[in-house]
């Protein structure tokens, strides 16, 4: 038993050789070096493969995804500026329900760094939706309001990720 033991350690050792040759990390006669970081590199290469891109947990990157959750809210919003008030007051704050939740559901997914701030702005933004639509307001300043979302989002899109990147 202690034999089948060791042997198996030497070939894992073998293997683990033989992968190091082939990413080129050390020579082929480096003995003490190997034993040394042997450790550092087989859990580097075992973080590299266990975890997903983050890009492939990004539902921005998916078109089906970025529609459904972000584009088609914004439509409606758009659609929502021929109905009445009342109406209108009622399609915007589910839209920014709907468009806060999946940015903030993102950013938990794969960590985008602009989800983590337009989530709560487009949450945020619904104060203002309700005000404007007890008071009626007529269409100029929903239209206003429209151009403030959007061009806030934007912003908050274009400045985190040039600051912090587009993962952080």
Request: hydrophobic share 50%.
């Amino acid at each position: 038993m202690h034999r089948l033991r060791n042997k198996a350690e030497a070939e894992g050792g073998g293997l683990l050789r033989v992968l190091l040759l082939r990413l080129s990390a050390v020579s082929a006669d480096s003995g003490s070096a190997l034993r040394r970081t042997r450790y550092c590199l087989l859990l580097r290469v075992m973080a590299m493969t266990s975890a997903p891109p983050l890009t492939s947990r990004d539902w921005l990157g998916s078109m089906h995804t970025s529609l459904l959750a972000w584009w088609l809210p914004l439509a409606a919003m758009l659609g929502g500026l021929f109905v009445p008030v009342s109406v209108r007051a009622v399609i915007w704050i589910i839209a920014l329900i709907w468009m806060g939740t999946a940015c903030i559901l993102n950013a938990t997914r794969c960590s985008r760094t602009h989800c983590r701030y337009t989530g709560p702005y487009y949450v945020a933004m619904i104060a203002p939706v309700i005000v404007l639509g007890i008071v009626s307001a007529e269409a100029n300043k929903w239209m206003l309001l429209g151009v403030f979302i959007v061009g806030g989002s934007g912003l908050i899109w274009w400045a985190t990720e040039r600051t912090r990147g587009k993962f952080s």
